[in-house]
Structure formats: structure tokens, C-alpha cells
T-cell receptor, first 115, second 113 residues
Framework: DSGVTQTPKHLITATGQRVTLRCSPR?????VYWYQQSLDQGLQFLIQYYNGEERAKGNILERFSAQQFPDLHSELNLSSLELGDSALYFC??????????????FGPGTRLTVL | GNSVTQMEGPVTLSEEAFLTINCTYT??????LFWYVQYPGEGLQLLLKATKADDKGSNKGFEATYRKETTSFHLEKGSVQVSDSAVYFCALSDAGNNRKLIWGLGTSLAVNP
């Protein structure tokens, strides 16, 4: 158990809908990262928040957005869903914003299926 | 840009066989290197890491050495077990401020009794 929690574990929805994925980081961690794992693209970095502020953006679509709240939990919002958005979405947390020894610990993931 | 290349799987071994999974990288600066493992139906777990050249990461019998001269971080284990069956991901941490992880495509390992 990494200490990172994600809810829900599974999500099934229809095209065009909007969903929210939730992540709680390990106690004491200030950074949250979101990754997408799909069969065709592998693991891709989406976005990072550090202590409530957006720190870095990766291959995140404009239909997707995220935020980190004062209690440091984070939510990833996916809207106007398409079939290709079906994937496993991972959240990771780390103590700091980065650095040679800063290690990311992953949650169990949310499996999103868009029908 | 930075990238990670892993040997393609699947890799199938018998129990107690020697394992090598090759990983090479392209990066500017001095990234940190990681191996993560994903067991069936589970999330990603950190297996080992190395933060500078010639560092050796080790955990649960697995080892990998950060080789800057060959830009490699090959994963090895002397004697695999059935319980090692999983997908293994090599990753590097961007040398910039955000330290986002850049991933290889993963190598599936199946160990037969």
C-alpha cells in the first residue's frame, strides 16, 4: 500500500459525459501528478500540482482539467468524453516539487471505460 | 526530447532463471532513473531507483546500475520466481524542476513454475 488513494476504482460512462476522478496523496506529500495509461499510448504524464498550484503540464487535452485543493487532495475532470479516453488514470504523489531524490508513489488507479 | 526505450516483451522464463530487461534512455542533464512494477490488476509500485551515474539501485533481489556512458539502466535478477510475473516499466525523471516521469512502454514478464 503506497498510501495514495484514488476513487472510484472503476468508472463506466457514455460518450459526451463528464466525470471526476479523485486522488488523496500520502500524508505529508505536497505534489500530485496525474498519468494516463492506455494500450496504444502507454503511460503519459498529464499534469502536476504542487501545494495547490499547477506546476507542469504534459499531454493533457483541453477537455481535461485538474485542481489541487487546500487539503492537498486533487481532482481530475474529464469532459466531453470520447471512446479514446478509455484508460487507466493514475495519481502519484511526492514530498516536494522535484529533485534528485524526490520519488513518486502511485495510487491503484481509476479504470475509465467510455461506451 | 527525453525518452526511454525498453526491450519488447513478453519475456517468458522458468523459475530460477536469470532475468535481464534492457532499458536505455535519451536525456539532457542528469535525470534520475527508476524501475516500477505493475502486478496484474494493481497499480504501479516503485521497485528501485538510482539518482546519479554509477549508482546501483536494488530491491527484492532486483538490481539496476545507472550507466551514463552507455545511457542504460538494465534490470537484472539472478533467480526469478513465479511471483515476479508482472509488467516492468523503466522511467526517467526529468532533470528540470517538475520531475515528471517519462516512461518506457513496459515489458511483460511471465515466470513459469
Amino acid at each position: 500500500d503506497s498510501g495514495v488513494t484514488q476513487t472510484p476504482k472503476h468508472l463506466i460512462t457514455a460518450t459526451g459525459q463528464r466525470v471526476t476522478l479523485r486522488c488523496s496523496p500520502r500524508s505529508g506529500d505536497l505534489s500530485v501528478y496525474w498519468y494516463q495509461q492506455s494500450l496504444d499510448q502507454g503511460l503519459q504524464f498529464l499534469i502536476q500540482y504542487y501545494n495547490g498550484e499547477e506546476r507542469a503540464k504534459g499531454n493533457i487535452l483541453e477537455r481535461f482539467s485538474a485542481q489541487q485543493f487546500p487539503d492537498l487532495h486533487s481532482e481530475l475532470n474529464l469532459s466531453s468524453l470520447e471512446l479514446g479516453d478509455s484508460a487507466l488514470y493514475f495519481c502519484a504523489s511526492s514530498v516536494a516539487a522535484g529533485g534528485p531524490t524526490d520519488t513518486q508513489y502511485f495510487g491503484p488507479g481509476t479504470r475509465l471505460t467510455v461506451l | 526530447g527525453n525518452s526511454v526505450t525498453q526491450m519488447e516483451g513478453p519475456v517468458t522464463l522458468s523459475e530460477e532463471a536469470f532475468l535481464t530487461i534492457n532499458c536505455t534512455y535519451t536525456a539532457t542533464g542528469y535525470p534520475s532513473l527508476f524501475w516500477y512494477v505493475q502486478y496484474p490488476g494493481e497499480g504501479l509500485q516503485l521497485l528501485l531507483k538510482a539518482t546519479k551515474a554509477d549508482d546501483k539501485g536494488s530491491n527484492k533481489g532486483f538490481e539496476a546500475t545507472y550507466r551514463k556512458e552507455t545511457t542504460s539502466f538494465h534490470l537484472e535478477k539472478g533467480s526469478v520466481q513465479v511471483s515476479d510475473s508482472a509488467v516492468y516499466f523503466c522511467a526517467l525523471s526529468d532533470a528540470g524542476n517538475n520531475r515528471k516521469l517519462i516512461w518506457g512502454l513496459g515489458t511483460s514478464l511471465a515466470v513459469n513454475p
